[in-house]
């Protein structure tokens, strides 16, 4: 919080400014703004099967090379333990290992009978409904019959 100067003596005095001890608020820079050129969040790089099946067979032709594999991985900017993942899932013949996965929880395979269900359970929450509205009227009208002197049928007796 940025704290205002005093420029009066008048407020000077009143804040206590002209007493032995007393401490005039300073005032504070505010925080650099956030460069422009930074991302608000990083992403994750994804390489595609083509792009791994690429660097791996450069790779393999730098081999003799003394220095040339890290230079590879500089300039694409790949770790050597993605690259011995790749080669493993190459050698096991797993091309579809060597497509990107997306992260994050798997969605669920959707149930055909999901819908139906649903709407049997809000049909059957509304006969419910019903049922007690039904029910509470039947009692509203035996209590009356009681005070109107009608006896009650001998089926409705329980």
């Not at 504070?28 to 992403?43: G, K, T």
Request: proline share 8%; glycine share 6%; aromatic share 4%.
């Amino acid at each position: 919080m940025v704290m205002p100067r005093i420029s009066t003596d008048e407020t000077a005095s009143a804040a206590g400014a002209d007493a032995e001890e007393a401490r005039r608020p300073t005032t504070v820079a505010a925080p650099a703004a956030a460069s422009p050129e930074f991302v608000d969040r990083p992403r994750r790089r994804t390489f595609t099967a083509a792009d791994k099946l690429r660097l791996l067979t450069e790779v393999d032709r730098a081999v003799g090379t003394p220095g040339a594999i890290g230079a590879i991985l500089r300039r694409e900017g790949v770790y050597s333990s993605s690259l011995t993942e790749w080669r493993r899932q190459r050698e096991a013949g797993a091309y579809d290992g060597l497509s990107p996965v997306k992260r994050g929880p798997k969605v669920a395979a959707v149930n055909p009978l999901a819908a139906s269900h649903a709407q049997l359970q809000r049909e059957n929450e509304r006969l419910k409904r019903l049922l007690e509205r039904a029910e509470a009227v039947i009692d509203i009208q035996k209590k009356v019959a009681l005070l109107l002197g009608i006896p009650p049928e001998p089926d409705e007796q329980h």
